[in-house]
């Protein structure tokens, strides 16, 4: 069979520079949203040129989420984003997502799409989520080999051996985000043709069919794909193996299993402007797909101020301004005041200053040993760990925590004296919030199971290995 490979871009989060003008309307919409919106257009132009300078792929595809307010001068810009890579004879497939539209009064959709200016925000043109589908009818459904109107959904081939259903999981972000009951019967028509010509079937879709953790599906139910069960049982039982998706911002790969041992990956991309924002690239040969991540080290025409790209991406999201904050909060309070505006309740700040400072300046000088010993865990550690754990910090443990939130992989496993001191704590504080009936901590632990549980992927990765890559059989 053919080679097949394409490049995925999730959650662009594009914002035409027509869009807005320097000033604090903007600035805290940027930290509001906690994802670089001002640097976006520099951002997926550095990444189309590096899919531009890929002689061997030739396909592209977005997975939603293109523009971040639904306006339309947005979408115009990013429109001629796509012109370009088509005009170099890329493929280029398009499916949208809650940020793409803005809502008219007759669905849940809060989006309202405006401009910024200096001193505050007015009205602009926005897209309607009718208007997408022919919007964007030139990069997907043109070369459809099926489309299904009603959701915008369609299938397309990729190379001759693969078949890439781009599912519009046609929903609002407060109610049912997937495919309603003509959908289903379309998407199980597209898995038993693509069967029968021999292609191998990969979906992709915006919304998370298996969550990052599963206190995010706890939690926040219905921000998965709707009927995300009904997927895994038709994914299971016709053998597809692979979707890949987007919507948390968080790099991920999951693996399901059902009870008779089926199974397939759900391949979660980070936010393209989002904290070492990257790309897939997927190829699929003899049966088995690859998925790689691609990141760039710095932006053209981007002024980090002597930052590394991560840094400046990383800093823009709260746990990565946590790092920054905490420290400046001991040091300048002031400026931490002026930092932490548009992130935290500032007027509540304000009211106390030396609490603030003091409870900071006590976790920046806390040892991971103290951890231990509330979790009476420090007398099972060896020598050399207990000698290790009274020179590390906790808050250094905290930051190597946060800065894997949604990058992935995260640092300490099983078999580091982080590790153990953390998971000991964590499971002391168990003990107490079920003794004490501790509500809310009750209501973070998934029925079931335990904080500990809930704790340990934040620890290390006990998904697949790797969010960053993975081999995945086919057949």
């Known amino acids: 069979m053919t080679k097949a490979a394409f490049y995925l871009i999730t959650d662009s989060h594009f914002v035409s520079k027509r869009s807005w003008t320097e000033g604090r309307p903007f600035t805290m919409r940027e930290r509001g949203d906690q994802i670089a919106l001002k640097a976006s257009p520099e951002i997926l132009d550095a990444f189309i040129d590096k899919i531009l300078a890929d002689e061997e792929t030739d396909t592209v595809i977005f997975t939603g989420d293109n523009v971040n307010n639904g306006d339309i001068a947005s979408h115009e810009d990013f429109r001629e984003r796509l012109k370009r890579l088509a005009d170099a004879g890329k493929n280029v497939y398009v499916t949208t997502a809650t940020h793409d539209y803005c809502g008219m009064g007759d669905d849940e959709n809060f989006f309202k799409a405006c401009r910024y200016t200096e001193t505050g925000t007015e009205p602009a043109p926005y897209m309607r989520k009718a208007e997408l589908f022919d919007y964007y009818y030139d990069y997907g459904p043109k070369q459809a080999v099926s ?3 009603g959701s915008g959904s369609y299938s397309v081939k990729v190379g001759d051996c693969v078949r890439l259903v781009m599912i519009n999981d046609n929903g609002n972000g407060r109610s049912h985000c997937g495919l309603f009951e003509d959908g289903v019967k379309w998407l199980g028509e597209q898995i038993s043709e693509a069967k029968a010509a021999g292609e191998y079937v990969l979906l992709a879709v915006h919304h998370p069919v298996l969550p990052p953790w599963e206190v995010y599906r706890h939690m926040a139910d219905f921000e998965l794909y709707g009927g995300y069960r009904d997927l895994w049982k038709l994914m299971c039982e016709e053998g597809v193996r692979v979707v890949f998706t987007g919507h948390t911002h968080v790099q991920s790969i999951r693996k399901y299993t059902d009870g008779e041992g089926r199974w397939f990956v759900d391949v979660a991309t980070i936010a393209l402007v989002n904290a070492a924002g990257k790309m897939r690239r997927v190829t699929v040969e003899n049966g088995v797909c690859d998925v790689v991540s691609v990141g760039i080290d710095s932006i053209p025409g981007l002024d980090t101020n002597g930052l590394s790209l991560y840094e400046y991406l990383f800093r823009l999201n709260l746990p990565g301004a946590a790092e920054t904050l905490l420290k400046t909060a001991v040091t300048d309070y002031d400026k931490f005041l002026a930092m932490a505006d548009g992130m935290l309740p500032v007027d509540k700040l304000k009211k106390h200053p030396a609490l603030v400072k003091a409870a900071c300046k006590k976790l920046l000088n806390m040892r991971l040993s103290t951890v231990a010993k509330f979790g ?7 020598a050399e760990e207990r000698k290790k754990a ?5 808050a250094d443990v905290m930051f190597g925590i946060l800065r894997h939130i949604y990058p992935g992989n995260a640092p300490y496993t099983p078999d580091t004296v982080e590790y153990k001191s953390v998971i000991a704590a964590v499971r002391r ?10 509500s809310k901590l009750e209501q973070i632990i998934p029925p079931g199971s335990s904080l500990e549980e809930t704790a340990r992927p934040f620890l290390y ?9 993975i081999t995945i059989s086919l057949d």
Request: glycine residues 8%; hydrophobic residues 30%; proline residues 0%.
């Open 147 to 149: 489309v299904h109107r």
């Open 376 to 382: 009476k865990g420090f007398g099972d550690l060896t």
């Open 390 to 394: 009274k020179e590390i910090k906790v």
């Open 429 to 438: 504080a168990d003990k107490l919030v079920r003794k004490f009936h501790i």
């Open 461 to 469: 990765n006990d998904r697949t290995g790797d969010d960053d890559a």
